[in-house]
């Protein structure tokens, strides 16, 4: 009866569905994450500068994200800019927008301290050799912040994984989703049904963060001294 | 009685000791009568603190067998919770806990592992931080102590535990110049009183004014065993020649 | 753009309400994980057979997974087996599955970072493992955790703004139901924000001000 149960809900045609809105999951954390890393990057080289301005700016920007939550920011994007601008934006754009502003603020956070927790004497003698700025950071600092950086920046990206979840709440069609559509249309028939389909999406975010997180902990342990 | 005053109080028999399949004590024999001062001199990482280790069971020991009063502390079944509250042991990082006061440091092991009634040992700890000098820091937390007075006090919450024997491993080491003299100070009142020790340090005046015996160990072997006189003016083996010869300058 | 002080006047006690539910919730959600992480890292530092990879599951399940589709497992899934919980336990208990994890870590990361000499020294003095534990290992990992500690409590705080999703009518959807019906986005969103800025801001500052005083480093000032 269980396996009955089972299949009536996980129709081949219910699982291409659900994937077709895990498809939909990954394009919004994907770009989120490319966004965020590269502009990231910029955004930690602008912390490191010298005037006080900048580097208070920055902070501010960081901390607006830190403080205020995500799902708070994706209303705010959703209806408060759509309604002062008078346009209307898809939820996966607004969704894509906050991500890679977060993305951003959080990713430049971790490249700052990593450059920052370069050893001083490694960029004098950098300076020494006569490298100019730009190539001291192409050749020397960036690929050593790169290693202190890493373990952190997978880290982030699996946050912003989780998160994804939360567009289901300002209208996009996902996985979370076809999910929900799926148990409207097969409640009926299988009571269950929300108990099988949330489980699988339990399962479904498990099998995509748990490898980010053992990658990002072991690649801690092996480069942490 | 008399039997009693033969057997020595600590007996170490053909100790052997291994990390990862590196020797780093072999073959080590030693007895220490009660009241009797031991010095274990030798070049850094040739095994000293390992040997005050095993002797207090912070690391087993792969072959051979301590005897404390007679009794074996291999095996199994030895309760080592209850020997070390006969061994007292002082690090070279003074590690007195930070979260309590230097009182609460000296009566944690007496009052909640021995069970002693708290008045008297309170008397007895203020006796005792009265004799290193320092019964008016008695509230004061570690961070306010110098590193001189830590390991002071780290003696005293020893000492309160009324241990038979003492374990001091390098206890100088870490400590500025200045200090050095108070604590080795405590040491030598220890000495005077009868305390059995057992002392790895590297202050060779001390070490030939508070020894009894002299145990010389190289590369976890020990070389020589003599009296101070003996050891510092005419050492026997070559090892301990060289040895000395370095701390000349 | 002009702003309806009317509107944003008339909304305050619904937002004054909601946010005071909000912060029960993450009190309750707070205190459990603290006592689930407690028990946690308890169990992991032990070494108990069977527990402690039944921890060791428990751990990455909830970190590595959303909080709102644990919520709505919790909601929607289980109560389908019969469980019936109002939305507010669904809340409590998803914040503190959520939450027991994370501050278990935080445990783990300051009972770690007991130095070895410190154990040893208790040893010495033949303290056994749980009076080690008791009075030397716990208060100081409690104070180096302490920093981490702080940070999730932030995070709890700010993943109450999920709980929403189970139709409590939280700051969240006090907001969206506002918009709704009232179409005042700009006030409705303004008033969403100074919420959480009057409960999270004070909050951080606190917590800054605790770690300071707490710190290892600082026994005795
Ligand atoms: N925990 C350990 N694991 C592996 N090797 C160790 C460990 N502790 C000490 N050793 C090794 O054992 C030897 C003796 O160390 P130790 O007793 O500390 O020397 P000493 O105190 O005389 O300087 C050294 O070679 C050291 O590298
Ligand atoms: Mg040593």
New interface residues.
Partial sequence: MQSSVISMVFTSQNLMRLMGGLLVTARIAFISIAIGSIAGIGFGLLMTSKSKWIKGICRLYLEIFRIIPILVWLYIVYFGITSALNIHLEGELVAMIVFSLWGTAEMGDIVRGALESLPRHQIESGRALGLGFWKLYRYVLIPQAVRRMLPGAINLATRMVKTTSLVVLIGVVEVVKVGQQIIEVSRFQVQTASLWIYGLLFILYFIICYPLSVLSKRLEAKWSN | MSSEEKQPLLEIKDLYKEYDKKMVLNDIQLQINKGEVIVVLGPSGCGKSTLL?CL???EPIQGGEIKLRGKSLSGKDVD???I??H???V?Q?Y???????VIENIL??PI???KRDKNQVLMQAKELLDRVGLLDRID?????LSGGQKQRI?IV??LC?NPEIMLFDEVTASLDPEMVREVLEVILGLAKQGMTMIIVTHEMAFAQAVADRIVFLDAGNICEIAEPQEFFTDPKTERAKQFLNIFQY | MSINWDFIINSIPLYEKAAWLTLKLAFWGILISLVIGLICSVIQYFKIRILRSIVGAYIELSRNTPLLIQLYFLYFGLTKLGLTLSENTCAIIGLSFLGGSYMSEAFRGGIEAVSKSQIESGLSLGLSKIQLARYVILPQAFSFSISSIGANCIFLLKETSIVGAIAILDLMNVTKDLIGMYYQTFESLLMLVIAYLIILLPMSFLLTWLERKVRYAEFGN
């Fill in positions: 280790r207090n069971g912070l080592w919770q209850k070390r509250q061994i007292g042991m690090f990082n590690d007195l806990f930070p979260n309590m006061t944690l092991g909640k592992v021995q004061a937390y570690p961070r306010q780290a919450r020893a535990m």
